[in-house]
């Protein structure tokens, strides 16, 4: 039953690994977007001199609303501890804002998603192949979710085929030997890496598949009710436990990418092996 489960977690590996490394990998360049985005655009997102006391919301919102176009509303406003950073002003339409001077009442503009964000997002969730509309299917977005599935079946049976039977194996299966070669030291990255990895990266496709399939979303919301919404996002993007979690889940991330990459080395490595010991036959 063992050796079945092995080559179920190398056959859907070698096939459908370059796309989970992939996911995982744009995955963990989102998870700190919000940070680095006003880095990188701090003509809308801080302002000039952050001296006296900010104009009132009320105010601001009159600024705002006499720039937007019919439909649009302010939905919540977003405020920060720190005084130089600008306020903005969240809209109706999705991942629409308005930057704005809280001291001046002038309008800094809206800020588009950086296009690396952007590529990462598309490769994410799509491998580029969006669909025509919101809640229709694509190939991209197919793969990827036929990919999610086989990722949740890798881990898991990847688990069952490192599960040791002693706790000598045990301890020797949780440590990376840096003292034994290239070989070695990749298995381990695999193997043990791989382990410690393992149940955050259950978390992130198990709650990915809402995005994927209509029936899973379906399913995951009747059986955890609606006001789930919030806490699978969080649950996804490590956003649940804050800067802590959202440390591991990018880690967690990286390792996901590494893992498919270091498991085609072995395989190769293997089936070379197995070659080399024939030609000496």
Known sequence: ????????????????????????????????????TPLIQREYYYVAESNG????IEALQLSVEATLAEGEEVKRVESFDNNARSYIFHLNQKRSKVCVDQYSGQVLGRPERP????????????????????GEMSIGKLVVGISTIAMVIVLISGIIVWWPKSIAMLKNRLKVSLTNGWRRFWYDMHVSVGFYASLLLLV???????????????????????????????????????????????????????LPLTGYYLWIKRKRAKRSHKGHK
């Open 1 to 36: 039953m063992k050796n079945f489960i092995k080559q179920l977690h190398i056959w859907l590996s070698i096939p459908l690994g370059v796309v989970i490394s992939v996911t995982c990998f744009s995955g963990a360049m989102l998870v700190f977007e919000k940070e680095i």
């Open 53 to 56: 006391e900010p104009l009132p």
């Open 115 to 134: 296009a690396f964000f952007t590529t990462m997002f598309r490769l994410h969730r799509w491998l580029m192949d969006a669909p025509a509309s919101k």
């Open 204 to 258: 992130m496709a198990l709650t990915g598949l809402v995005w994927s399939f209509g029936w899973y979303r379906d399913l995951f919301y009747g059986v955890f009710g609606d006001g789930a919404r919030e806490w699978l996002r969080a649950l996804h993007t490590g956003t649940i436990g804050g800067m802590t979690t959202r440390i591991l889940w990018f880690i967690a991330a990286l390792i996901g990418a590494m």
